[in-house]
């Protein structure tokens, strides 16, 4: 399995932005697809967005569509969010997430997960 560390949470204003990192070491980063989730208090875990192994394709929530983007960076085995135009709604400890090629959206076709990170959006 890949180790994951998530950093770059924090509180910010609504319409502010953050960007969160995922470094990932252990086995090799290309080899998976990268995710990240998210889970508010009191709410189930929910799938916010993928990156595959190569980079080609991107998958996201709709509600954050336009507004985060997932990137991978292979020479730094690092996986960002970029996450604009915050709202209270998107409140949560986000998660990162390594899986197999077909791991897109659901959470148990990933196999590898961080400790998560804060975000807070404050209204």
């Known amino acids: 399995q890949v180790q994951l560390v998530e950093s770059g949470g924090g509180l910010v204003q609504t319409g502010g932005s953050l960007r969160l990192s995922c470094a990932a070491s252990?086995?090799?980063?290309?080899?998976?697809?990268m995710g990240w989730f998210r889970q508010a208090p009191g709410k189930e875990r929910e799938f916010v967005a993928t990156i595959t192994r190569s980079g080609s394709s991107t998958y996201y929530r709709d509600s954050v569509k336009g507004r985060f983007t997932i990137s991978r960076d292979i020479a730094k085995n690092t996986v960002y969010l970029h996450m604009n135009s915050l709202h209270p709604e998107d409140t949560a400890v986000y998660y990162c997430?390594?899986?197999?090629?077909?791991?897109?959206?659901?959470?148990?076709?990933?196999?590898?997960w961080g400790q998560g990170t804060q975000v807070t959006v404050s209204s």
């Open positions: 252990g086995r090799t980063f290309s080899a998976y697809n």
């Open positions: 997430a390594a899986g197999s090629g077909t791991a897109i959206s659901t959470a148990s076709r990933f196999e590898s």
